[in-house]
């Protein structure tokens, strides 16, 4: 096995965050945050119109919610990391929690060959 990527500090502690979040999070919750790995892993499998869509979402005026806040920041932190950095994630997430990781890659397997 090769030796884990040297990291910045700030991005290694918001891999740490976020596996602490996912150790957190009930299965509903999980499931999502896969879902949402999965179509950042394979984003040319997407539909940019009904991501947009989906992403919109009606103001009821109440706050969001601690996993909402938690799933934005995810977002802007896989955004802002290299590609070695989003692999060294998947890796942290092997080993912290390997069934997880596990389903990520057979969902992102599912995905070859679809348009």
């Not at 500090?9 to 976020?18: I, K």
């Not at 996912?22 to 009904?50: H, I, M, N, Y």
């Not at 947009?52 to 995810?74: F, N, T």
Request: with cysteine; aromatic share 12%; net charge negative.
């Amino acid at each position: 096995m090769s030796e884990p990527l040297p990291l910045s500090y700030v991005t290694a502690q918001e891999m740490r965050c976020l596996l602490h979040w996912l150790s957190g999070w009930t299965l509903a919750q999980r499931e999502r945050f896969l879902r949402d790995l999965v179509d950042k892993a394979v984003p040319w499998k997407l539909c940019p119109l009904l991501e947009s869509l989906s992403a919109l979402r009606v103001d009821s005026g109440k706050p969001p919610s601690i996993y909402e806040c938690q799933m934005r920041l995810w977002d802007q932190w896989f955004r802002s990391w290299s590609e070695a950095e989003r692999n060294e994630f998947v890796r942290q997430m092997e080993e912290e929690m390997p069934d997880l990781a596990g389903r990520f890659y057979r969902e992102v397997a599912a995905t070859a060959g679809q348009a």
